[in-house]
């Protein structure tokens, strides 16, 4: 994940379970829960818990497959 266009936490997709991330990002500690699911046959849809300073700040989502979300 990156914050203003520098990487604050990297690692791969989860694959069948939840996985956490830490970094940093302009001093402050960031973390993340990442979650996976499966939306339809073939498409996975990974959710996120984006924390700042222990603080939630975001709960993007990415979708992967050949269903469209929605």
Do not use: Y
Not at 18 to 41: D, I, K, P, Q, Y
């Amino acid at each position: 994940m990156t914050v203003k266009g520098r990487v604050a936490m990297r690692g791969d997709m989860p694959r069948g379970h939840a996985v956490e991330r830490a970094g940093n990002a302009e001093g402050a500690n960031v973390s993340a829960l990442c979650t996976l699911r499966m939306v339809a046959a073939a498409t996975l849809q990974v959710g996120d818990l984006v924390m700042v300073a222990n603080e939630r700040a975001s709960t993007p989502t990415f979708t992967a497959g050949t269903a469209r979300p929605g």
